[in-house]
């Protein structure tokens, strides 16, 4: 297996600007979650999916985050507008239900919001 | 409220120097605790799950070991591509798949 997809891998972008980030999880692999990593923070949950449902959104930091997951194959994070302070890497990961819930991570995303 | 803690931040070693990381939890009901490393520029990669106490799980040189409060990972003999920052995190009942993850620890390991 290819394992957790994420593009792109690195996004430059300026303040106010949309942010599109995108995942494509493990197949058959049945939820999926968004991180954010930073130095100051560590590792924080922002949302989570099972079977293309949201679950759980508490971890979002405000209304300029939204995420989406049309199919079990695809899941999106978007950041409107874009504020320095969003800079960090952006983690997707996948696990299945039917397993031991191990979440398998992506690359990640390093974000930088000038 | 759950919660997991590490120590120590950080933690410098000499090849072949063996030691312990500490990963506490305070958690409603634990459905499973989960080591992972992960490497600079990386995503944090899976190691162990271990679900009871008493439970052990090992892997060349890492050793994880659970109690009712707490687990260890012990890095027996490491060798410079142990060093890695080191996750654990919870999973606690009723909660849909979610992992409470700790800080960390980094570890380097010299020559």
């Known amino acids: 297996d290819a394992g957790v997809i994420q593009s792109p891998r690195h996004e430059v972008t300026e303040m106010g600007q949309e942010v599109t980030l995108r995942c494509k999880p493990i197949?058959?692999?049945?939820?999926l979650f968004w991180y954010r990593q930073t130095m100051m923070r560590g590792l924080e949950l922002l949302i989570y999916f099972n079977n293309n449902v949201p679950i759980d959104d508490s971890g979002m930091p405000e209304d300029r985050f939204s995420a989406k997951m049309p199919n079990a194959s695809f899941s999106t994070l978007k950041i409107q507008p874009s504020e320095p302070r969003d800079s960090a890497v952006y983690f997707c990961?996948?696990?299945?239900?039917?397993?031991?819930?191990?979440?398998?991570f992506g690359p990640g995303t390093r974000l930088t919001v000038t | 409220e759950d919660q997991v803690t590490q120590s120590p931040e950080a933690l410098r070693l000499q090849e072949g120097e063996s030691s312990s990381l500490n990963c506490s939890y305070t958690?409603?009901?634990?459905?499973?605790l989960f080591w992972y490393r992960q490497d600079p520029g990386k995503g944090p990669e899976f190691l162990f799950t271990l679900y009871s106490a008493g439970e052990e799980k090992e892997k060349e040189r890492l050793k994880a070991t659970l109690t009712k409060k707490e687990s260890f990972l012990h890095i027996t003999a490491p060798k410079p591509e142990d060093s890695a920052t080191y996750l654990c995190?919870?999973?606690?009942?009723?909660?849909?798949?979610?992992?409470?993850f700790g800080a960390g620890t980094q570890v380097v390991v010299t020559p």
């Open positions: 995190a919870v999973r606690a009942t009723d909660s849909w798949g979610k992992l409470q």
């Open positions: 197949s058959g692999h049945n939820s």
């Open positions: 990961a996948s696990s299945s239900t039917s397993g031991g819930h191990e979440q398998y």
């Open positions: 958690v409603s009901g634990l459905r499973g």
